[in-house]
């Protein structure tokens, strides 16, 4: 698969994050072909699609038989790495590997195959901006012993994992070599504080960026608002200021600053996927034997409700949802939209629905 190929099957479960993909895509080819780099970091707000991405890079392996070796995917958070002590084990992750490896394989898996597997995998960091060298001002050690842990895996190194198989019907332990630098790494974070020592960076007295302006009405007044977006001002040593630690962040190709979901893209989100929230719901209802539709116009408004809490992505959405469908679920017979439909029970949540369902509220 050339990497647009790829792309193209992503986007199947991605929406509104196509130059994030290009990336993904890359990487998963040059792993794919055996080369060294492609390893990615991910910045992006909470919901705004990270660790979709990385259950859709599963899907893509699950799918094609051809990429059988490399179905070995694990998802898990970089500071579980890091004992209550604060020692570092890094041998967690590799047995997680050993793990996803053999629910593939079997019990019968030979050393030599679970090494290829374990290999060829993709290892998922979640949660990597929890590892910074810095809280609260303070030197954080815990997080500078797992970065020093984790850029030396990712550099490459060959580890011998022990694990345990059976020879004719015996358990044994054997030592299995595991060459690191032909993993990939998926690594991704909220930084959530990092949009805001970005923008004092930038706004500050001393600098010299003049933020673009555009006009808005709103509450029955002009206003002139200035336009600050992190991918724009974004540098790379922004990220040492925030405590990552540079000989951690040159291992990777890229620092990817995630899209922020548009209202547009946050209602492709809400109806598009086959197990969107409307379509889930829409199911729900089948089971009192109801057809449930939201229309256009109120699909708009559930999303540009959501989309104002940026910050959350499109977990907004099943928020701002949930107000507006939850009065319904209990007894939907009961309702005056179900009543007034004569025939087949409807239920048609339209524009009036929603905004009356969102009155008074401030947030999801």
């Known amino acids: 698969m050339k990497p647009v190929d790829i792309f193209d099957f992503l986007k199947q479960d991605v929406i509104g994050q196509d130059d994030t993909l290009k990336f993904v895509s890359v990487a998963i080819f040059k792993h794919v072909q055996g080369e060294k780099y492609g390893n990615l970091l991910f910045i992006g707000n909470s919901g705004t699609g990270k660790t979709t991405i990385m259950r859709a890079v599963e899907r893509l392996y699950r799918?094609?038989?051809?990429?059988?070796?490399?179905?070995?995917?694990?998802?898990?958070?970089?500071?579980?790495?890091?004992?209550?002590?604060?020692?570092?084990?890094?041998?967690?992750?590799?047995?997680?590997?050993?793990?996803?490896?053999?629910?593939?394989?079997?019990?019968?898996?030979?050393?030599?195959?679970?090494?290829?597997?374990?290999?060829?995998?993709?290892?998922?960091?979640?949660?990597?901006d929890k590892i910074s060298s810095v809280v609260g001002g303070k030197p954080?050690?815990?997080?500078?012993?797992?970065?020093?842990?984790?850029?030396?895996?990712?550099?490459?190194?060959?580890?011998?994992?022990?694990?345990?198989?059976?020879?004719?019907?015996?358990?044994?332990?054997?030592?299995?070599?595991?060459?690191?630098?032909?993993?990939?790494?998926?690594?991704?974070?909220?930084?959530?504080?990092?949009?805001d020592q970005v923008y004092r960076r930038v706004t500050s007295p001393t600098s010299k960026v003049k933020l673009p302006t555009r006009t808005v009405y709103e509450n029955g007044a002009v206003q002139i608002r200035e336009i600050f977006m992190l991918k724009d001002h974004f540098r790379m040593d922004d990220l040492f200021d925030y405590g990552m630690l540079p000989q951690f962040l040159s291992r990777f190709d890229n620092s990817i600053i995630l899209e922020d979901l548009s209202a547009t893209t946050l209602r492709r989100i809400l109806v598009d996927p086959p197990d969107s929230i409307y379509n889930t719901s829409k199911n729900f209802f089948r089971n009192f034997g109801i057809e449930l539709e939201v229309t256009e116009g109120a699909q708009l408004k559930i999303a540009d409700e959501a989309s104002k809490f940026s910050r959350i992505g499109a977990r907004a959405l099943k928020a701002v949802y949930g107000r507006v469908i939850k009065p319904f679920e209990f007894d939907p017979f009961s309702t005056e939209e179900?009543?007034?439909?004569?025939?087949?029970?409807?239920?048609?949540?339209?524009?009036?629905?929603?905004?009356?369902?969102?009155?008074?509220?401030?947030?999801?």
């Open 140 to 195: 954080f050690v815990t997080g500078i012993n797992i970065q020093q842990a984790l850029l030396t895996l990712i550099e490459g190194e060959v580890l011998l994992h022990h694990a345990r198989i059976h020879r004719d019907g015996v358990p044994v332990e054997v030592g299995i070599p595991v060459d690191t630098g032909k993993m990939l790494f998926l690594c991704g974070g909220a930084f959530e504080s990092l949009y």
């Open 338 to 364: 179900v009543k007034k439909h004569s025939g087949a029970p409807r239920l048609v949540i339209d524009e009036k629905v929603v905004d009356r369902s969102l009155a008074g509220r401030s947030g999801p």
């Open 63 to 128: 799918t094609h038989e051809q990429l059988r070796e490399y179905r070995t995917v694990i998802v898990m958070n970089a500071n579980t790495l890091a004992s209550e002590e604060g020692a570092v084990d890094t041998s967690r992750l590799f047995k997680r590997v050993e793990e996803k490896v053999r629910a593939i394989l079997g019990d019968d898996a030979t050393p030599e195959e679970l090494g290829t597997y374990m290999e060829k995998a993709t290892v998922c960091l979640d949660e990597i």
